[in-house]
Nanobody, 126 residues
Framework: QVQLVESGGGLVQVGGSLRLSCTVS????????VGWFRQNPGKERETVAA????????FVHYSMRDRFAISRDNAKNTVYLQMNKLKPEDTAVYYC???????????????????WGQGTQVTVAS
């Protein structure tokens, strides 16, 4: 059973930073591609970033590339989303998701992911 636990959300002022963490527990003999997504009530889920199982391939939404970065520490089974220069429009519930993949496999479509965390709220106050 694969489980994901997000942490690191909260309230931050405009221009501030947050680092979200997603700890993935599952099989130790396979790779999991991981993605970060965000969603507000009544709006579509948006892909924020993704990383391959080995961490060698990454993706960040073009509108956030100058502010967000994704990384992972496989020794800790944890994927991070570093968010800098936060804006009010970054306010959302952020979810991480995982899917079994190859070491280099990068998955950006939310529909491909098979396991999801419970979400963590990020609120950017102006």
């Amino acid at each position: 059973q694969v489980q994901l636990v997000e942490s690191g959300g909260g309230l931050v002022q405009v221009g501030g930073s947050l680092r979200l963490s997603c700890t993935v527990s599952g099989r130790a003999d396979v790779y999991y591609a991981v993605g970060w997504f965000r969603q507000n009530p009544g709006k579509e889920r948006e892909t924020v970033a993704a990383i391959s199982g080995s961490g060698s391939a990454t993706f960040v939404h073009y509108s956030m590339r100058d502010r967000f970065a994704i990384s992972r520490d496989n020794a800790k089974n944890t994927v991070y989303l570093q968010m800098n220069k936060l804006k009010p429009e970054d306010t959302a519930v952020y979810y991480c998701a995982a899917v079994q993949a190859t070491a280099m496999g990068l998955v950006t479509q939310s529909s491909t992911y098979t396991h999801w965390g419970q979400g963590t709220q990020v609120t950017v106050a102006s």
